[in-house]
């Protein structure tokens, strides 16, 4: 887990030119580097730079288009990411059999195959009480398993409130997406 960590970290540190060419502000592209401090939504401005790669299990060629600095960065990530879908498949079955369902339940289309990395750097601020990291927001997904890092502000929605969420050393947090809470009502 915290090799990931430290390799993204260096992606970050990087010199602007070497992440440039992944940077894309077209939300439909798959692999890409973003900033979020250019958005501005209802008077809010975001603080984040982010790097979203998409991974198809089984991976194939599909980390091809994924950076090669710094050195590793696709093998350290790739495993990183078999594993962690891995994890989240086992919770899957485990919700299932908890709710009477067959273990395989999100299993094929419905757990898709593919997994989608969000890493998320929020640089020193100059003025953070103008800023927020990122938007309140959904994820679409059946689960996100978030790895923390020292950065504060993990916040949920609980009871129609936002609630602190204080993450345990070196654990996933782990949390419902839209499609598993629909599916959950239902």
Not at 37 to 49: A, F, L, M, Q, R
Not at 54 to 81: L, M, Y
């Amino acid at each position: 887990m915290r090799d990931v960590a430290a390799l993204c970290h260096e992606f970050f540190a990087l010199p602007e030119a070497d992440k440039a060419a992944f940077y894309s502000e077209d939300n439909d592209k798959t692999n890409r580097y973003f900033s979020g401090s250019t958005y501005e939504t209802g008077g809010d401005k975001y603080w984040i730079d982010c790097l979203r790669l998409g991974c198809t299990i089984p991976v194939g060629s599909s980390t091809r288009d994924w950076p090669d600095k710094p050195n590793n960065f696709r093998q350290v990530v790739e495993k990183f990411a078999v594993q962690t879908r891995s994890m989240g498949m086992e919770l899957l079955r485990l919700l299932a059999e908890g709710m009477g369902l067959r273990t395989d339940y999100f299993d094929g289309d419905l757990g898709g195959t593919d997994v989608i990395l969000g890493i998320n750097h929020y640089p020193a601020c100059p003025d953070p009480t103008t800023m927020i990291g990122l938007p309140p927001h959904c994820d679409r997904n059946l689960l996100t398993l978030l790895l923390p890092n020292k950065v504060p502000g993990l916040q949920l929605l609980h009871n129609g409130e936002c609630v602190h969420v204080e993450p345990l050393p070196n654990a996933f947090v782990v949390h419902t997406g839209l499609t598993l809470e629909v599916l959950l009502l239902y």
